[in-house]
């Protein structure tokens, strides 16, 4: 089947320690993308990536990088600069052309104590 | 600053009933309009989606109504199920980028 896999599903950390969730696809998605999910405040933007090895800072990027190694990966690192960083973060991807849909993994909640 | 302005936060349904989710925007470069549908514990799955060169669109029971002059688009849920109960965000596309409203919690009681 095809679709994103994002692990692990929870995720518990101590405060000032750095963190990876792993994003994989197997779409042939040329574009990936992190966002951020809290209560009230919808989806935003964290990094997003339209080529292998380049990525683009999105509207909430202070306190997290990534990487695009692989067309199929996307692995976002929230460090311990991250103020706030307990949340429901969601990876997804979409072809580049114009107005194609973005498909979501199921998601990583990461807890911060 | 939010570019798409969603309400209500949450709505109450009885089964049966109609469900409406509107969404608003300012951007006018904006060209695409889904709705995204999320069940708890999953990511967003594309519902339906319009353009605004229509000012409808009906799938099933789920009508996207769009009024380009008022920058406004809503959701109408028709018959609504408890099944459809979930979070619902409406987003706008601009260059390949698409901006998410705050998200609307639907409960449909049976």
């Known amino acids: 089947d095809g679709g994103i896999t994002q692990s692990p599903k929870y995720l518990f950390r101590k405060e000032g320690q750095n963190v990876t969730l792993s994003c994989e696809q197997n779409l042939n998605h040329d574009a990936m993308y992190w966002y951020r999910q809290d209560p009230g405040q919808g989806l935003r933007l964290i990094y997003y990536s339209q080529i292998v090895n380049d990525f683009q800072k999105g509207d909430i990027a202070e306190g997290y990088s990534v990487s695009r190694e692989k067309k199929e990966s996307f692995p976002l690192t929230v460090t311990s600069a991250q103020k706030n960083p307990t949340a429901f973060y969601l990876c997804?991807?979409?072809?580049?052309?114009?107005?194609?849909?973005?498909?979501f993994g199921n998601g990583t909640r990461l807890t911060v104590t | 600053q939010q570019q798409v302005k969603q309400s209500p936060q949450s709505l109450i349904v009885q089964k049966g009933g109609i469900s409406i989710i509107n969404c608003a925007y300012e951007n006018t470069a904006f060209d695409y309009f889904p709705w995204y549908q999320q069940f708890p514990g999953k990511g967003p799955a594309l519902l339906i989606a319009i353009r605004p060169d229509v000012s409808e669109k009906k799938e099933g029971r789920f009508t996207i109504s769009f009024n380009k002059s008022a920058k406004q688009f809503s959701l109408h849920i028709m018959d609504s199920q408890p099944g459809d109960s979930a979070t619902y965000f409406c987003a706008a596309n601009a260059g390949n980028m698409l901006t998410f409203g705050g998200g609307t919690r639907l409960m449909v009681k049976p």
């Open positions: 997804a991807s979409s072809m580049i052309n114009g107005n194609s849909p973005l498909h």
